[in-house]
């Protein structure tokens, strides 16, 4: 089966309608299809869309970042934490100095202790996402070899591989 590069404009949505993202205004996002460049559910239902269609995708959250896991809600000392002052409910930061580090949220604070919920935050979150495709077309092979999409809004900068593609 062929795969395409997807080009496409969406508007994120939890549950309330509350907007969570948006690439409106922006350059659309685009990905190779079946490459985890986007979230698996999104990615599933968009298959048999065409460019210039409109669609709305519901994606439940076990197809997006997953159910939350109980198990991830850490119980911890104060002194060990990198905030200074009052901790909020909800604050959010990262584990490590390393961008790709865990986000942990405050979820509750008895004490000297605080609980820490390593869940990502979306974890638990059905997404509906109001999709325009923009542009789709059959993959090339260098892309294929890659597992990403070249060209078109991805951005400056390496994968790696040399093609300055992200
Ligand atoms: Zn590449």
Do not use: W
């Not at 698996?40 to 669609?55: H, I």
């Not at 604050?91 to 949220?105: A, L, M, N, Y």
């Not at 789709?136 to 591989?161: D, F, T, V, Y």
Request: proline fraction near 5%; hydrophobic fraction near 35%; charged fraction near 25%.
């Amino acid at each position: 089966m062929s795969r395409r590069v997807v080009s496409f404009h969406y508007t994120l949505r939890d549950p309330e309608g509350r907007v969570l993202d948006s690439s409106a205004g922006g350059e659309p996002v685009t990905y190779l299809e079946g490459a985890g460049q986007i979230i698996d559910g999104l990615d599933e239902q968009l298959r048999a869309v065409e460019a210039g269609v409109k669609t709305r995708v519901q994606v439940p959250a076990a197809r997006a970042y997953g159910e939350r896991d109980p198990a991830q809600i850490q119980r911890v000392k104060r002194g060990l934490l990198p905030i200074e002052g009052e901790i909020q409910l909800g604050e959010q930061f990262q584990t490590g100095p390393d961008r790709h580090s865990p986000v942990v949220t405050v979820v509750g604070v008895e004490g000297d202790e605080v609980l820490l919920d390593g869940n990502h935050p979306l974890a638990g979150v059905a997404l509906t996402f109001d999709v325009e495709i923009v542009a789709a077309r059959e993959a090339k092979a260098e892309e294929l070899s890659h597992g990403h999409a070249h060209g078109g809004g991805g951005g400056e900068g390496s994968c790696g591989h040399g093609c300055g593609c992200h």
